[in-house]
């Protein structure tokens, strides 16, 4: 979110832009991909919730490997049940939030850093990282198709006032794990019935032997 000014720079504000409906970041209504199958939006998912998102024990699952890569940045799965596992990746995530945060302020009272400075901004404002990724991807994925989802630039706004690129790059990870957990099912196969084979057979095929 933001916009470039009269000198060629991007400048961040809260806020600026509009989403898919035409409306702007800020505003109160949802305005996301996803929703009620006739309100006439076409979908990067067909129109329909992602198939790992369906489910409140497929999307915790996801959500908990997901942090748990991201924290260890590995594929192991660590030992213990749900909730253990959930309070170790919460309490390791927010432990680097906090480490990279005391840096970023150190190497500011060196100098001015506007990359730093937008980190930090947004390190502050996002907060526990599991509990502010939650929050996003519940807007951006709801539970039910029947509920109206939150554009990307939406829950930006929403959650800390960050720039959108953050929740893309959010919701892009996460979904790429939900895909290899749980990839949708494939379409049951018809398949003949033996009279309907039966009839396709032809007497051509039965009068002549192979070569």
Known sequence: MGYIDGNGEFVFEPGFGVGLAG???????PMGQFGPLDSG???RFGGVLP????????REHVLLVFFERRANQ???????????????VTTKLEAKRQSETQKIRKR?????????????????AQGEFTS????????????????????????????????????KQLVSAVHKVGCELYPKPAPPVETASSDEAAAKT??????????
């Open 41 to 43: 939006q076409k979908t």
């Open 202 to 211: 032809t007497s051509t095929d039965l009068d002549h032997e192979p070569f």
């Open 108 to 124: 500011l009272t060196k100098g001015r850093d506007s990359k730093a400075s937008n980190r930090l901004r947004f390190l502050e």
């Open 23 to 29: 409306m702007p970041y800020d505003a109160k209504s």
């Open 74 to 88: 590995s594929h192991k799965v660590p030992p213990g049940n749900f909730s253990e596992r959930l309070l170790a």
């Open 51 to 58: 198939y790992w998102t369906r489910d409140p024990e497929r």
């Open 132 to 167: 502010w990724a939650t929050r996003v991807l519940l807007d951006y994925f709801p539970y039910d198709e029947m509920q109206q989802s939150w554009d990307a630039g939406q829950c930006a706004y929403r959650h800390g006032d960050i720039d959108k690129i953050l929740v």
